[in-house]
């Protein structure tokens, strides 16, 4: 699976041996060294995919993905960055970046990485599987789906909660949808990762991870206090009904 990739990273030494790994895959591969040259050659060359440093002189990689996606590039963003807080990885999948990598950067994982997300870009043609048959209890109406007072319209792209529009990113999405064909269903981390990329043992929880903090923060009244989107310890997640909930502890 060959592809057009942009590197765009300061350090010379790492963008090098970025470049080296990815053209041993066959990929294409450019490199820039800063923010506002990224830009440019994503508008330029409409690459497959984007590997970004976070810490760029010009513009940093948060607005280089800011402004992508401001203007609907579809390019798959892949972030690297020596940050390695909640706010931050939060912050840049929140804007839009399909994935992320903590430096030091292994360029045998990015490789890997690299091909996870090239094998869900739909321009490869490689068709992602159907979402299972919604569950009788969750189905809205033909394509939609609801749990409780949280709705989704796959076909729109659209979520909602008690009436109230939640902007989603496309991994949100994705876990949210997936989540709400099979309400109750405890969902492995593994289970949700495939939802993500598409197998690969390469992939870390702690991405599924980040997007249930942030599914949290958009969808629960008190994020630290689910009753939503529920952590099943030792296990993994699972959405449900909290008003469902409630009437089966009164009874």
Known sequence: MRANI???????????????????????????????????????GE????????????TDGLDVVRILRAESRDVLVLMLTARSTEDDLLLGLDLGADDYMTKP??????????????????????TRPEPAPAASHGTLSV???SVGTLSIDPARH????????VVCTPGEFRILTAMATEPDRVFT????????????????????DVHI??????????????????????????LTDPAKNVRHARS
Not at 47 to 58: F, K, T
Not at 158 to 165: A, D, I, L, W, Y
Not at 189 to 208: A, M, N, P
């Open 47 to 58: 690459p497959d995919l984007l590997v970004l440093d976070v810490m760029m002189p010009r």
């Open 213 to 238: 903090m942030n599914l949290r923060k958009k969808i629960e009244q008190a994020p630290r206090r689910p009753v939503r989107l529920l952590t099943v310890f030792g296990v993994g997640y699972k």
């Open 105 to 126: 950067v292994s360029p045998r994982e990015l490789t890997a990485r690299v091909r996870t997300l090239l094998r869900r870009n739909r321009r490869t043609g490689v």
């Open 158 to 165: 659209e979520v909602s909660v008690g009436g109230t529009p």
């Open 6 to 44: 942009v590197v765009a990273e300061d350090d010379a030494k790492q963008s090098e041996l970025v470049r080296r790994y990815l053209e041993h895959e066959g990929h294409t591969v450019t490199v820039v060294g800063d923010g506002r040259a990224a830009l440019e050659e994503v508008r330029r």
């Open 189 to 208: 981390r593994q289970r949700l990762l495939e939802e993500l990329h598409g197998f690969d043992k390469y992939i870390s929880d702690r991405t599924v």
């Open 143 to 145: 394509g939609a789906l």
